[in-house]
């Protein structure tokens, strides 16, 4: 898999017009994100136009409800023919094992692969003092991620969204057929944002990434197609 397929742009925008313009405007990416704003806004009225042009499709809903509304979720998203689909892990055990069950069964009335379901471990705008203050959770950070990609795999998912600081102890535990996922991913020359938890593509890919999530860096860039490009060279 090249360098260039292995990092997702999140349509991070609100109307289709502005969707379709970003990806007129980077049409050297592959994998797409499409995430709550832009789905709440126009529904998945993007998600044929991507498939008829031959995009992948990371479906980033974080679902997270009780079992049976997840897999109503799941089964209904895995018909438009996404590539991979996020579920909360703290929907707990039972809503995992159903996301996995539910994407074949929707999959298959409409024909088509079954999207990967990949949990979401920790937020990657949470930090430890979070964690620990907030949400009254007393384990350390990455030992809390690790625990919930585990549960995820014991669930039958397929992978696991974390942020790039636990991703080499994700795959050391996890091992190598487990998706790993990373947002949280800033070149040195861009602006850390809202990431709490962040590396470098380079950085990333190294402990073990799959797949990296870089917004801003290139669609707030001046030159979006330029700042993917010299991403990418930095990659190789």
């Not at 994100?33 to 136009?49: I, Q, R, W």
């Not at 979720?73 to 023919?81: Q, S, V, W």
């Not at 039972?94 to 692969?113: C, D, H, I, Y």
Request: charged share 20%; hydrophobic share 45%; with cysteine.
């Amino acid at each position: 898999m090249s360098v260039t397929d292995r990092i997702i742009v999140p349509l991070d925008v609100s109307t289709e017009t502005e969707a379709v313009a970003l990806i007129d405007s980077l049409p050297q990416v592959s994998f797409w994100k499409v995430g709550l704003e832009l789905f709440v806004s126009t529904g998945p009225t993007l998600l044929p136009m991507l498939k008829e042009r031959n995009k992948r499709i990371f479906l980033d809903l974080k679902l997270h409800d009780i079992p049976n509304t997840v897999a109503g979720a799941c089964r209904a998203a895995a018909r438009y023919g996404v590539d991979l689909l996020t579920i909360h892990a703290t929907a707990g055990r039972s809503a995992l094992k159903g996301a996995v069950e539910a994407v074949r069964e929707g999959a298959a009335t409409a024909n088509v692969e079954p999207p990967k379901p990949i949990a979401i471990t920790v937020l990657t705008s949470l930090n430890s003092r979070d964690l620990a203050f907030d949400l009254k959770i007393p384990l350390e950070l990455p030992e809390y991620a690790l625990q919930m990609a585990l549960l995820a795999q014991e669930s039958g998912m397929a992978g696991a969204v974390c942020s790039p600081k636990e991703v080499a102890q994700l795959r050391r535990v996890c091992g190598d057929d487990f998706l790993l996922v990373c947002p949280g991913v800033r070149p040195t020359w861009a602006n850390l944002g809202d990431q709490r938890r962040a590396t470098t593509p380079a950085d990333a890919l190294k402990a073990g990434a799959d797949y990296l999530v870089i917004g801003r860096p290139i669609t707030a860039s001046e030159d979006p197609a330029a700042a993917f490009d010299r991403i990418c060279e930095e990659l190789t």
